[in-house]
């Protein structure tokens, strides 16, 4: 069966300084896979996805990057958080009939 | 990006009394999806709709396919404590191409 996982599940970084969430996807290949972030209200605000290794799209230009370095494997980064970076970020996949499956999060606290 | 228009945006309801929410949007869709985030949590799908007038069940829940392919509901009948969390739409369409867009969430409050 497939499982998709990330972390750290927690985090505090101080403003300035870089990020990098992962988030691995296992029992399956080539899937499609985003990042999106849930901040202090409820939406859930699509941030980047890639269909394959090496191909990202960017909904929101801002302070964060994502890479795919790997086929099951996605990179949320940044080089210097800003204080609104915090929130809650969610991996998630897509599987084959259109349905997307997130991951358990990462709360990231920027102080 | 694209966020649907979800309501309500809170519910408080006694133990026991059916729940209607529902999510429209200004773009037709193929698939709508349904999920409930407990907090502190990833969301976790409850039911995927794939047709227009497509009427799912899960347990007490219930959700359907508007004909329009604007629109989807979701009923929840006889709410006990657990089904307190924050329920979210979400939908993909020609427009949105691989991606799927959510709705502004729904936040149940179960009264025993």
């Known amino acids: 069966s497939q499982t998709i996982h990330q972390w750290p599940a927690t985090l505090v970084q101080p403003v300035g300084s870089p990020l990098s969430l992962e988030c691995t996807v296992e029992g399956t290949s080539n899937p499609n896979l985003y990042w999106y972030r849930q901040a202090a209200g409820r939406g859930l605000q699509l941030l980047f996805y890639s269909v394959g290794i090496g191909q990202i799209s960017s909904e929101v230009p801002q302070n964060l990057s994502a890479s795919r370095p790997q086929d099951r494997q996605f990179i949320l980064s940044s080089k210097k958080l800003l204080l609104s970076d915090s929130g809650f970020y969610l991996c998630a996949w897509m599987m084959e009939r259109n349905t997307i499956y997130f991951g358990e999060g990462s709360w990231l606290t920027v102080v | 990006g694209q966020q649907l228009n979800q309501s309500p945006q809170s519910m408080f309801i006694q133990e026991g009394e059916d729940v209607s929410m529902n999510c429209t949007s200004s773009?037709?869709?193929?698939?709508w999806l349904w999920y409930k985030q407990d907090p502190g949590e990833g969301p976790v799908l409850l039911i995927a709709?794939?047709?227009?007038?497509e009427l799912t069940s899960n347990g007490r829940l219930t959700a359907q396919f508007g004909i329009t392919r604007k629109d989807s509901f979701l009923n929840i009948s006889a709410s006990i404590p657990s089904d307190v969390g924050i329920y979210f739409c979400a939908g993909q369409g020609w427009d949105t191409g691989n991606q799927f867009y959510f709705g502004t969430g729904t936040s149940l409050t179960v009264i025993p």
């Open positions: 709709l794939y047709k227009a007038g």
């Open positions: 773009s037709i869709f193929n698939t």
